[in-house]
């Protein structure tokens, strides 16, 4: 489907990385913020993956109607493959494709 010459089955959604989040707020009280300001993805990151266990913190996104736009881990960068494959990250980011399936 096009409008305006725009294939818009390929439209990003408007999202925010929890990297904007004070270290003083709460990951759910972000997720909130975001949901309300009307984000429709948050990028997660290993801060998110530390303060909630995956399961929990799916949960938490799908309340809030809210979608992961990527996984933000930029310390991984330094990792080793094995230890990346390891990592909660990946965990993370395999629950919530297999949720849209």
Known sequence: MTTQGV???HIATLAVSH???PPDMALTNFLDQASEA???SIGITVRALNELPIKQLRQELIARGLG???VNTAGYFFCTVASWHQSSGIEFAASRRSSRT
Request: charged share 0%.
């Open 68 to 70: 992961v736009s990527s």
């Open 19 to 21: 990297y904007l989040c």
């Open 7 to 9: 294939h818009t089955s």
């Open 38 to 40: 009307g984000f429709h």
